[in-house]
């Protein structure tokens, strides 16, 4: 997977009277020029703080929502050019699992239903060999035996067994690129770490490249391959795993890095507090987007918009301290 300068801007919507008397028509900037590459058989995760585009890069991804500009190649095919049949075809590799189990599995309909959908909508199978396919599904996410679940709703089931039908028809398709808008969150502590180790061990088995976007620092440590730090919008540093924790780069990385609890009560914690709130994406500030709450702050910060360059072999940061 590809991303070139993706970039999406939501109209503000105004009343009558201020369209009428304004000519300027404002925008949110949810995601602005973020580029980078996903390898094969990889986890790259999205990370970033609550309005920072994670989830709106990761819908445009999908193509559930279409970009202002940029590109996106999924195995060297320019998606954005493709036509609605054309992307049809391509959706089967590509799956989402969405963040909250609940509200993304339709209520009225029995979970054998739920995951059985795809199989119906791209023509694969149905009646007593598509319930055989979702049988096999269910076992292979842990809800066993399937015969007890198939038949049931999901406001008969748990939060965790709820995303388990939800990452069984994300896999029902035998998809090579998984969507995985933070899997976790919604969960509790205790079941947080059996679905992660599912999603593991369903990566090795069917030979699946996750994104996943999440928050959650401590999360990604255990098993990203690379890491993009998102900001208001943009990418402002992007490197392995190992290097985001050993050596940020970026002020907000470090902030970021520094507010992960360790389960040490010896372990001292140096916290880098961050002021002030997020600013507003419909006006963003001018140069580099983080000067409002950076403690290393030069002038050129507030100037010029510092550009997402290598820092070393596989190590991008756009930082001026770095520059």
Do not use: W
């Amino acid at each position: 997977m590809k991303v070139k300068d993706l970039t999406k801007h939501f109209p503000v919507k105004r009343g009558f009277r201020y369209n009428l008397l304004s000519k300027e028509r404002e925008v949110v900037h949810a995601v602005d020029g973020v580029t980078f590459n996903i390898k094969k058989g990889e986890i790259f995760s999205l990370v970033g703080e609550t309005g920072s585009g994670k989830t709106t890069t990761g819908r445009l991804i999908a193509r559930l929502i279409e970009p202002t500009r940029g590109e996106i190649f999924f195995e060297g095919l320019p998606i954005l050019e493709l036509k609605k049949q054309e992307m049809h075809k391509v959706r089967r590799n590509m799956q989402l699992i969405f963040q909250d189990p609940f509200a993304s599995l339709n209520p009225r309909s029995s979970i054998g239903g739920i995951i059985g959908a795809p199989f119906e909508i791209h023509g694969l199978a149905e009646g007593v060999e598509k319930r055989e396919l979702v049988l096999n599904l269910l076992e292979k996410v842990g809800l066993s035996p399937a015969m007890d679940y198939i038949d049931k709703y999901p406001h008969e089931l748990s939060g965790g067994q709820r995303q388990r039908v939800g990452i069984a028809r994300a896999i029902s398709l035998n998809p090579k690129f998984i969507i995985a808008d933070e899997p976790v969150t919604s969960l509790d502590i205790s079941i947080r770490s059996q679905i992660l180790n599912l999603l593991l061990n369903l990566k090795e088995e069917l030979n699946l490249t996750y994104l996943l976007i999440t928050h959650d620092l401590s999360t990604v440590r255990i098993i990203s391959n690379r890491i993009a730090i998102m900001y208001l919008g943009e990418v402002v540093e992007l490197a392995p795993t190992v290097e985001i924790f050993n050596s940020p780069m970026h002020p907000y990385t470090e902030a970021l890095i520094s507010s992960v609890l360790i389960p040490d009560p010896k372990e001292i914690l140096k916290e880098i507090p961050l002021k002030g709130e997020i600013p507003s994406p419909i006006n963003p500030p001018k140069g580099c987007r983080f000067n409002t709450r950076c403690p290393h702050l030069r002038p050129e910060c507030q100037k010029e918009k510092p550009e997402l360059i290598p820092y070393k072999d596989g190590h991008l940061v756009a930082c001026h301290l770095r520059a």
